[in-house]
Structure formats: structure tokens, C-alpha cells
């Protein structure tokens, strides 16, 4: 599936300091095989004294890289937020007529639900290279802007019906140049809609 790319406005570390140091080391590129990350700026403070950056908290980059994904063009055309929370990120969204694929018993479009598991898998990937903490502030934000999916299985459980939908996230693998994460969709009964495994490049 193409998808088309996230237009990722400002990823903003916040220091308390050095507030007005700001660099951006995120350039805008175009990247054919995943909508997570592409046209990125990540704006970043640096030490006025050691040139050093400064590397935000992982609930303070947890928190961007949602509300970046939220912002995108490309999300708002699927009327979906994403959220951090307890140390994760989850995407929602509403049941909305536009999202229907089967208009006579109302069930969300099956490319949707693809969609809502490839992004959210994407994001859950990019918050482990943070957590993971490998190498500097700045190689692993070099891998976040490369992230691409490279591959992307669905399992449809469950007619996607409710009124609102829930996708979350967890990390099953992480290496040098790729991940694989396991992603689930429910609705706001709690009933298991669908079910994904992905793996990224970076």
C-alpha cells in the first residue's frame, strides 16, 4: 500500500535555559514507502557554552511526535488524533460516514483500519528509538526521519463497527536498521476489530 507522507511541522525539545538556541536539524524529504515522519523539522536547543544538544524527556518527545501526527494533512483526512499517555501512544478516532466501507451494515472501510495500524505502529517505533537512547540526540532522530514501512499485515477479526475506534501499540523486535510491532484496534466496546504486524526501516 502507498500512503501518502505526514508533513511533521516542529518537534520541539524543550529546555528550560536555553530557550532562545534553537537549531533545526530535520530537513523535509519525501519518502515513497511510508505516511510516518516524512517531512520532519525537529528543532532542537543547543548549549551556548559546549554546542551540546540538549535531549527533551521522553514524555516531552512522546508528547510531540503525537501531536505532530495529529497535525498532519494527511491524519486530518481520517479524522484521527493521536495521544501520549503512561508512557505511550494511541491513536482515536470517531465512527464518521466518510470512514464507512460498507454502507449497508455502516462498517469502517478495511483501508482504514490498515491505515490506523501502520501509523500507529510507525509511532510506537519512533518512541523506542527515544527510549532506547542509542547513540546521540541527533542519530537517533536521523533514523525517525528514515523510518519507512516496509512491509504491513492485517488480520480483520471483527466487522468494524462502534462508535469510536482505539489503536495501540507495542515494539516486538528492535535492531540497527529496522523494527517490527504488533498493533491492535478495538472499538469503544473494548471488541478486538483488527489485528497487525509491521516492520520498519530506518
Do not use: W
Request: glycine share 8%; net charge negative; with cysteine.
Amino acid at each position: 500500500m502507498s500512503l501518502n507522507p505526514v508533513n511533521a511541522n516542529q518537534l520541539a525539545a524543550q529546555s528550560s535555559t536555553d530557550s532562545n538556541n534553537m537549531t533545526d536539524i530535520m530537513s523535509k524529504e519525501n519518502d515513497e514507502h511510508s505516511d510516518l515522519a516524512n517531512e520532519s523539522q525537529l528543532q532542537l536547543n543547543e548549549d551556548s557554552e559546549h554546542h551540546a544538544i540538549s535531549k527533551p524527556s521522553i514524555d516531552v518527545l512522546g508528547q510531540q511526535l503525537a501531536n505532530i501526527m495529529s497535525q498532519s494533512p494527511f491524519v486530518a483526512h481520517t479524522f484521527t488524533t493521536y495521544h501520549y499517555e503512561d508512557g505511550k501512544v494511541y491513536g482515536k478516532v470517531k465512527s464518521n460516514p466518510a470512514l464507512i466501507g460498507n454502507p449497508n451494515f455502516e462498517i469502517l472501510h478495511g483501508g482504514m483500519t490498515a491505515t490506523l495500524l501502520d501509523t500507529i505502529g510507525g509511532l510506537e517505533g519512533m518512541l523506542e528509538i527515544y527510549r532506547r537512547d542509542q547513540g546521540t540526540f541527533e542519530e537517533q532522530t536521523k533514523k525517525i526521519k528514515r523510518m519507512a514501512t516496509v512491509d504491513l499485515r492485517v488480520d480483520y477479526l471483527a466487522p468494524g463497527r462502534g462508535h469510536e475506534f482505539m489503536v495501540t501499540a507495542e515494539v516486538m523486535r528492535m535492531g540497527r536498521k529496522g523494527c517490527t510491532t504488533r498493533m491492535m484496534l478495538v472499538n469503544d466496546e473494548g471488541k478486538l476489530i483488527a489485528h497487525g504486524i509491521a516492520s520498519y526501516a530506518f
